[in-house]
């Protein structure tokens, strides 16, 4: 079975300073990853994806995740953190076997931005 | 380009009536659909998926249940809301036997059960 695992629920970081979200996944087949973005109140929005290509993706509003068989780990980064970047963050892994296009979700991550 | 809808936005409901929240994709065909199901720090939880018209798959064994009449249509019902229900509900759709893509997602239904 796939599972992802965040830690640390809550995240707090200043103005300009590095965004570091931690996702660690369980797969016995290699896996989809992703990062979503959810906003007070709303859907959950792609930040970027893994799908065995490039290991370093790049995504939207400058985050950027590496994808470390290793390490089972695909943690979010952004060099320098802005105040939009409050929001809560879900790591997720796909189940590519079935093609369901399953979605299973750590926990989510809460985001302050420091001003 | 292709659009998820889900309604209403917020609802208030008492114990014990019926529940109902609709989703329609627009733009795109035979789409998987799902159901999530968002409580206060505690992620997401897949509640349905289905592949195809009156194609249900349940993962978590609950008060409620789903349906697909049409393609692009997934309906979350119930008939007797329990408290527990409360929470975020999310729709959303990715493109057929693609595991490897991305899913879409409604705006949400916040459901507060009193």
């Known amino acids: ?115 | 380009s292709q659009t998820i809808h889900q309604w209403p936005a917020t609802l208030v409901q008492p114990v014990g009536s019926p529940l109902s929240l609709e989703c329609t994709v627009e733009g795109t065909s035979n789409p998987n659909l799902y159901w999530y199901r968002q409580a206060a720090g505690r992620g997401l939880q897949l509640l349905f998926y289905s592949v195809g018209i009156g194609q249900i798959s349940s993962e978590v064994p609950q008060n409620l249940s789903a349906s697909r009449p049409q393609d692009r249509q997934f309906i979350l019902s119930s008939k007797k809301l329990l408290l527990s229900d409360s929470g975020f509900y999310l729709c959303a759709w990715t493109k057929t036997g693609q595991g490897r893509t991305e899913a879409f997602f409604g705006q949400g239904t916040r459901l507060t059960v009193v």
């Not at chain 1, 660690?24 to 290509?53: D, E, H, I, M, R």
Request: glycine content about 6%; aromatic content about 12%; proline content about 5%.
């Open chain 1, 1 to 115: 079975a796939q599972s992802v695992t965040q830690l640390g629920s809550h995240v707090s970081v200043s103005e300009g300073a590095l965004v570091l979200l931690r996702c660690n996944y369980s797969s016995s087949v290699p896996p989809y990853l992703f990062w979503y973005v959810q906003y007070p109140n709303q859907g959950l929005q792609l930040l970027l994806k893994y799908t065995s290509a490039a290991t370093l993706v790049k995504g939207i509003n400058g985050f950027e995740a590496e994808f470390k068989k290793s390490e089972t780990s695909f943690h979010l980064t952004k060099p320098s953190a802005h105040m939009s970047d409050a929001a809560e963050y879900f790591c997720a892994v796909s189940t590519p076997l079935h093609n369901t296009g399953k979605l299973i979700f750590g926990q989510g991550t809460t985001l302050q931005v420091k001003p």
